[in-house]
């Protein structure tokens, strides 16, 4: 029956996997193997630092792991926003640190988008870190776009990125952070992307103008 459910098992999506593992013993088992959690896709939900250091267990097989239009928890009623604002900042990236661990170099594909707040331009640096085989990395947020010592960690840990898609989304909190710097960072670093997406105020023709000829089959954006 195990040997059944494996082979369902591994088209369910993130979301289906949780409620699976509640059905039986059988099910939870074959729902909580690594085998079946290659890919990971968590998206317009509320979650925590520690749920994500619980699904770090399950994700030792993972090779794309997609983080997408978090929220964070509900203001409390008494909560002033600058405290809220504060309290939420970073706050899931305790549990993605053990999540990017568990994954290691088997991870390829990283996506982080739209998740303000929750997670910083950190979580790239995480990724410098621990996944080293990464070939595809999105990272786009309004509140905390990338910034050149960032990009240069992730260039230095991982070496093998053909795809970058870093474009602060708009309106950017702090449009001048993805600067000039940032563009020829990227071009020092990456000698064979085939796609790259940037952009906002803080890039000018200086900073395009280092990319230009840099890579022949390279589609930017």
């Given at each position: 029956?195990?040997?059944?459910l494996?082979?369902i098992?591994t088209?369910?999506d993130?979301?289906?996997?949780l409620?699976?593992?509640?059905v ?5 088992f074959?729902a909580r193997?690594?085998?079946?959690w290659?890919?990971?896709l968590l998206?317009?939900?509320r979650?925590?630092?520690k749920?994500?250091s619980?699904l770090?267990q399950?994700?030792?097989q993972?090779h794309s792991?997609i ?9 409390g ?5 600058e405290?809220y604002?504060?309290s939420?900042r970073g ?9 990017l ?9 990283l996506?982080v988008?739209?998740?303000p ?6 979580s790239l ?8 085989a ?14 050149q010592?960032v990009?240069?960690a ?10 970058l898609q870093?474009?602060?989304?708009h309106?950017?909190?702090q449009?001048a952070?993805f600067s000039n710097?940032?563009?020829q960072?990227?071009g020092?670093c ?9 952009g906002g ?5 200086q900073?395009l ?5 840099k ?7």
């Amino acid at each position: 029956m195990r040997a059944a459910l494996f082979c369902i098992f591994t088209y369910l999506d993130t979301k289906t996997l949780l409620r699976a593992a509640e059905v039986c013993r059988d099910w939870r088992f074959v729902a909580r193997h690594p085998a079946v959690w290659t890919r990971v896709l968590l998206e317009n939900a509320r979650i925590s630092s520690k749920f994500l250091s619980t699904l770090s267990q399950w994700c030792t097989q993972t090779h794309s792991l997609i983080l997408q239009n978090l929220k964070p928890r509900q203001r409390g009623k008494k909560e002033i926003k600058e405290e809220y604002i504060k309290s939420t900042r970073g706050c899931l990236e305790e549990g993605l640190e053990s999540l990017l661990k568990a994954t290691g170099g088997n991870l390829l594909i990283l996506k982080v988008s739209h998740c303000p707040n929750l997670l910083t331009d950190r979580s790239l640096w995480l990724a410098s870190c621990y996944c080293r085989a990464l070939q595809a990395v999105t990272y786009r947020s309004a509140t905390d776009p990338v910034g050149q010592e960032v990009i240069w960690a992730l260039g230095a840990g991982c070496r093998d990125i053909i795809s970058l898609q870093v474009a602060p989304l708009h309106p950017c909190q702090q449009p001048a952070r993805f600067s000039n710097r940032c563009l020829q960072t990227i071009g020092r670093c990456w000698p064979h992307l085939r796609a790259l997406g940037v952009g906002g105020a803080g890039c000018g023709v200086q900073g395009l103008a280092s990319l230009d000829g840099k890579w022949d089959a390279c589609d930017c954006k």
